[in-house]
């Protein structure tokens, strides 16, 4: 067999940091380690990718193995690749965010290996570079949903404005004026009224709203100007 000489191999994994949104607050999906070094402390999703696998095929398949979790949304962001993150190899990860609607994935969490939710200023302690990664990965996604209306992928199919707002304030970790931001939000003409109204919240009520498939992709750049200085936000 062909082998390129005087070069060693290094071993390749995935790790999934998966956001979640219970209707009001942002959350991150943790698991404790199964073996060691760092047996039983909490980490993100990984695993190796095998010499069949594409790393995206590895991320799904670690994902459904660790959580019980499939078909989510699922996008590659960063390779993590210092020398000595993993203290028994030399091991390259390559960093995937999920974005999900924790009430539509509930019953499909597995108990095996203890996932569990964490508010994101609650999260604990995590092991090797998974802190970074979880860091980076909210950089990363308070990016993408100043450009694009991303965070729907962790809404319901209908959802109320101050449900949106909530996500959007849980995102970027600020608080938006409540006028301007539904203002803002009703002017992209990609919000859809609907009928009824959720009554849990208040006794007035707030309508439902649905996403505007048809023009999605013709108005999604009505959303670049959602978030108010969407640049201040880059630096944390």
Excluded at 71 to 84: A, H, I, R, S
Excluded at 155 to 161: G, S, V
Excluded at 193 to 199: A, G, H, L, M, V
Aim: net charge negative; hydrophobic share 40%.
């Amino acid at each position: 067999m062909l082998r390129y000489s005087g070069e060693k191999g290094i071993l390749v994994a995935t790790d999934c940091i998966v956001f979640g949104f219970d209707g009001w607050n942002l959350k991150l999906l943790l698991v404790q380690r199964s073996i060691e070094p760092e047996k039983d402390r909490w980490s993100l999703m990984g695993g190796f990718v095998k010499p069949t696998e594409s790393p995206d095929d590895a991320a799904n398949r670690v994902l459904e193995q660790r959580t019980g979790l499939n078909n989510v949304y699922l996008e590659q962001f960063q390779v993590f690749g210092k020398p000595d993150r993993d203290p028994v190899d030399r091991v390259l990860s390559i960093a995937y965010f999920a974005l999900i609607d924790i009430s539509q994935y509930e019953k499909q969490l597995s108990d095996e290996y203890h996932a569990e939710w964490f508010l994101l200023d609650e999260m604990p302690d995590l092991i090797f570079d998974h802190n970074e990664m979880v860091r980076l990965a909210k950089k990363q996604l308070m990016y993408k949903a100043a450009l694009h209306p991303i965070l729907f992928q962790l809404l319901p199919d209908k959802f109320t404005i101050p449900q949106l707002q909530a996500l959007y304030e849980g995102v970027y970790q600020n608080k938006f004026d409540d006028r301007n931001f539904s203002r803002k939000l009703l002017s992209t003409g990609l919000l859809v009224k609907q009928p009824e109204k959720d009554k849990q919240s208040s006794k007035k009520g707030a309508f439902y709203y649905k996403l505007d498939q048809s023009h999605y992709e013709d108005k999604f750049e009505s959303f670049l100007n959602l978030v108010p200085n969407p640049d201040k936000f880059f630096n944390v």
